[in-house]
């Protein structure tokens, strides 16, 4: 299937590992070129060269924090004009109402939920005026089950998915999609330390890690590409008459109402 994304320009925040040097990676191989944010520059640097030799493509990396005053402004003013968005930075500290103090509270939504506002914010003007684009929010299954143990994560993320839907209800007004992905389990460094911690709260010993991971749909997280494939078709032409939605990806896991 031709998803018609070559020549296409894409800004990928979080890039420098996991979903995002996923998302990188597959769209490189549908001939997109590409701006890949992250604070890693080495990360990125190793990430482009991959890209660049496997492909004709061209690859910008952008080593800064999207959290810290006035980046959002620097960054537009690096990349220019693209065509498609990917807000993927930023990790929610996982814990309960007294394990995340205030600050930590503001630090992850500080980069995740004001991040993506942000970043949208600052997009969104830009496509509108070169006649439309594509906005696509990477939140996560934590928005759909309110698990008190990921209370500023499952807060956040509900968060986002109503910015999500409250722009991409009239988006398409210009031109423009707005659509999010909530990834369940996925197989990245992530997780694994997702269910060390809940393994030892849990169960005392975090070694014990994999008995929790039985409890998932297949005994497995998500395969990297069963979530990159679908962010990569939502971009394109195919799937132009998306917006304002929501799409999970968690084996059914928000359905049983738990996260593990």
Not at 69 to 82: H, N, Q, T, Y
Not at 143 to 170: C, I, K, Q
Request: glycine residues 12%; hydrophobic residues 40%.
């Amino acid at each position: 299937m031709d998803l018609e994304l070559t020549g296409k320009t894409v800004l990928i925040t979080g890039a420098s590992q996991g979903i995002g040097e996923g998302l990188a990676r597959s769209f490189g191989d549908e001939g997109c070129d590409l701006h890949l944010v992250a604070r890693s520059k080495d990360r990125l640097d190793a990430i482009k060269a991959e890209i660049v030799d496997a492909h004709k493509v061209d690859v910008t990396v952008h080593a800064m924090d999207l959290a810290a005053p006035g980046a959002v402004d620097r960054l537009m003013e690096a990349v220019g004009d693209i065509d498609i968005l990917v807000n993927n930075a930023g990790v929610i500290p996982s814990g309960n109402l007294w394990d995340i103090d205030e600050r930590k509270w503001r630090d992850g939504w500080e980069l995740k939920v004001l991040g993506y506002i942000n970043l949208t914010r600052a997009v969104y003007p830009r496509m509108k005026a070169r006649g439309g684009g594509v906005i696509i929010n990477n939140i996560g299954n934590g928005g759909e089950v309110f698990d008190p143990d990921y209370v500023a994560g499952t807060t956040g993320n509900a968060s986002l998915m109503a910015f999500t839907r409250a722009m991409g209800g009239h988006s398409l007004n210009d031109n423009i999609r707005v659509v999010g992905v909530n990834p369940g389990p996925v197989d990245t460094d992530r997780i694994y330390n997702m269910l060390k911690k809940r393994a030892k709260d849990w169960l005392g010993d975090e070694a014990r890690y994999k008995e929790l991971q039985e409890r998932y749909p297949l005994k497995r997280p998500a395969h990297l590409h069963e979530i990159t494939d679908l962010i990569v078709f939502l971009a394109s032409y195919r799937s132009g008459y998306t917006s304002g939605t929501i799409f999970t990806v968690d084996g059914g896991i928000a359905s049983r109402r738990s996260v593990i």
